[in-house]
């Protein structure tokens, strides 16, 4: 019997497959296809690191443009809260 399937089809019935088969692995087994670093970043949620440091310590590193970017979205921010 041929079954005749699209590549989207196809794409799907793999993504089905793989999520059947990584639920079924335990945590352990599956951590051991990442490296050291990838499991150690997996961890860190940013908004828990960057409460660690000043305001000012949190924009070191910004280029320019995007202070910018932060001074426009802070503006409409407090114009959105004067109306």
Same mark, same amino acid.
């Given at each position: 019997?041929? %079954?005749?399937?699209? =590549?989207?089809?196809? =794409?799907? !019935?793999?993504?089905?497959?793989?999520? =059947?088969? +990584?639920?079924? +692995? /335990?945590?352990?087994? !599956? $951590?051991?296809?990442?490296?050291?670093?990838?499991? %150690?970043? =997996?961890?860190?949620? /940013?908004?828990? %690191?960057?409460?660690?440091?000043? /305001?000012?310590?949190? +924009?070191?590193? !910004?280029? /320019?443009?995007? !202070?910018?970017? $932060?001074?426009?979205?802070?503006?409409?921010?407090?114009?959105?809260?004067?109306?």
């Amino acid at each position: 019997m041929d %079954i005749e399937m699209t =590549a989207e089809q196809v =794409a799907d !019935l793999g993504k089905r497959w793989g999520n =059947a088969y +990584l639920s079924s +692995l /335990p945590v352990d087994e !599956l $951590l051991d296809n990442y490296d050291r670093r990838q499991k %150690i970043l =997996a961890q860190l949620k /940013p908004q828990e %690191i960057l409460s660690q440091f000043k /305001p000012q310590e949190r +924009l070191t590193g !910004l280029k /320019p443009q995007e !202070l910018d970017e $932060l001074e426009d979205y802070f503006e409409k921010r407090k114009q959105k809260r004067e109306n």
